[in-house]
């Protein structure tokens, strides 16, 4: 067993590719440099030399565009964006090109790429050095997204994400690189990426609380505060926004009664609401003891100022005030 | 140029020059009747498309490229079937350059089964990797970075293959060529880059687009060995492509090949007379067919005694024979089932 936090198990699963898969290969901006990326791939271009790693003009159009293309002729590649706002620049490579190539060819054709995104938010960045896109990524057919909260998913699904024949969106939080606990992790084990969906990460039975990423890490941290006022919280980790799987949600709500969801994206057709519709649409009248609740952005870009991103960010102490909220209402099951 | 400015490819856009016999060597000459038959294959195939389009049997639209064979077929020559070539909106002749089946092409524009993409992806989406055709898309550009990618992987794997990547003269105004150039050259990647110059993006003839007619500035602006041919003369396309090949092929990088042409029905389906509702000059299109990239060829074949106009008129017959039951089969092919709606999203 070896130990690992949540950036370095993302540079252990490069590592595991790379030494494994010779097909493939890194792209993206500031590969070469210790700054970018935090802890998560440090060192690679030395290891594994320039020629895989290869950081990239200022292009992010052409880098996702020529990753595609790789990735049609036998190549696995990872393309890095360290800040998903810039990576704007690459949607047609992403949207038009690799989300539909297997159906546009007749599923003869497979972009086996894999996009990272890194949310890099906070720190009075402001506007553009700041977004959460997954919701709109989880709106587009044939790609799939995969938003790891834990330290081992973060390396198993990275994995599983550039062992996918499918193009995938995988979407890392810089929040969670220091403040999720050193974990220890077994050997890796190859995980076949259209098996993986939401998942119970903790066992309760007042109320469900579903997050993803960063948000999940807060639903974690909120359970410990309400256990500690005598509330049961479950919490489910969605971990594969796309396609969505909601079955353990709604098993979770079958079991609580409630559900509150935490999302880092806004708050208008984002990924909250379709957790809540997937689980109201499956219930039938009455299973529920509360209407849903959802903790997200507000819909405004983010601001710089410190006194309004501390307004702006969800906090673990709001999904506390939720919860309460939603058990305020009296248990009416017989 | 139609403005007034002074167009930077001279004679290359002046219709009624360059209308002679090609002059062949002779190992031209041993390849011509293939060369022959490939353009007029695609010239066929196309006409019987626009014939269709017309009496309403393709219900999506087609871009042709009747006029452009020249280029398609140029290219081809010297590329082998594990190149990898990346097209447009206007494919078909890149397609058949590369001997993939005219039945093929007919099915999926018709939207049945047995089509190159299944039917899943209709005259605009065309696919045929067995025969190097990676893909064309109707976004403009959208697949010239693919092409990048697709040489970087031939240089990743050592295996000496080439990516193509054909675009219009309109898809030079789009941001993601430049970066795709930069890239190509500073990665030192094995593709070439084929500019079909027709001088028209839709219904805007590039006077009224650009500052110059001439899209190879931007492969000197990034230092990338260019050509500027007349897109009409299939030995010249063939040279040009052949150095260019041989560059990639040798580790040299990317070439840009600037092929000037004009096609001869509008943007879209069937109609010469109009571009998208805007009316097209006929003096021009007259003009421009006694550029025939055909003709040309036929021309100098029959002045070297190595060809006739009753050899000429047989070839003509078989290929409209081949091109008839094509489209009769595919006529009768049947539609793709509905679970391929959902059953191609993704992998398998």
Known sequence: MKTYNYGTAILAAFEYLLDKYPEVFVIGQGLWSPWYVGNSMTDLDKKYGVHRIIDTPVSESACTGAAVGASLSGMRPIVVHPRIDFMLYAMDAVVNQAAKWSHMVGGQAHPAVTIRGIINRGGEQGAQHSQALHSWFAHIPGLRVVMPSTVADARDLLIASVLCDDPVMYIDDRWLYSQIQIDELPNVREIDLRTVGPRCLAVGTDLSIVGSGYSTLLALQARDELAAQGVSAEVVDLRVLNPFDPTAVVESVQKTGRVLVVDGSWRTCGMSAEVIASVVERLEPGELLAAPRRITLPDAPAPTSRVLEKIYYPDFGQVVLAAQALLSRPDTRV | MSNGKESSLGVLVDPSRLRAP???????????????????????????????????????????????????????????????????????????????????????????????????????????????????????AGTVALAVGAGLA???????????????????????????LNLARIQNIPVIFVIENNLFASHMHISIRQPSDATARFAVANDIPAKVIDGNDVIAVAEAAEEAVTRARAGGGPSFIEAVTYRWYGHVDWRDDIDVGVNRSQDDVANWKARDPIARLRAAMVAHGYWSFEKDAELEANLTREVEEAWERAMQDPYPAASSLLDRVYAK
């Open chain 2, 22 to 140: 090609l002059r062949l060597s002779t190992e031209n000459l041993v390849a011509s009747r293939g060369v022959l038959a490939a353009m007029m294959r695609i010239r066929l195939a196309e006409n019987r498309l626009a014939r269709a389009r017309r009496d309403g049997f393709i219900g999506g639209p087609v871009h042709l490229g009747v006029g452009q064979e020249a280029i398609a077929v140029g290219v081809t020559q010297h590329l082998r079937p594990s190149d990898r070539v990346f097209g447009t909106h206007r494919s078909h002749s890149h397609l058949l350059a590369l001997g993939s089946s005219v039945h093929g092409l007919f099915a999926e524009v018709l939207g049945k089964d047995t089509g190159h993409s299944r039917g899943m992806g209709g005259s605009m989406h065309l696919w045929d990797q067995s025969k190097g055709f990676y893909g064309s898309v109707p976004i403009v």
């Open chain 2, 154 to 180: 031939a240089k990743l794997q050592k295996t000496g293959d080439v990516a193509v990547a054909y675009m219009g003269d309109g898809a030079v105004e789009e941001g993601v060529v430049h970066e795709s």
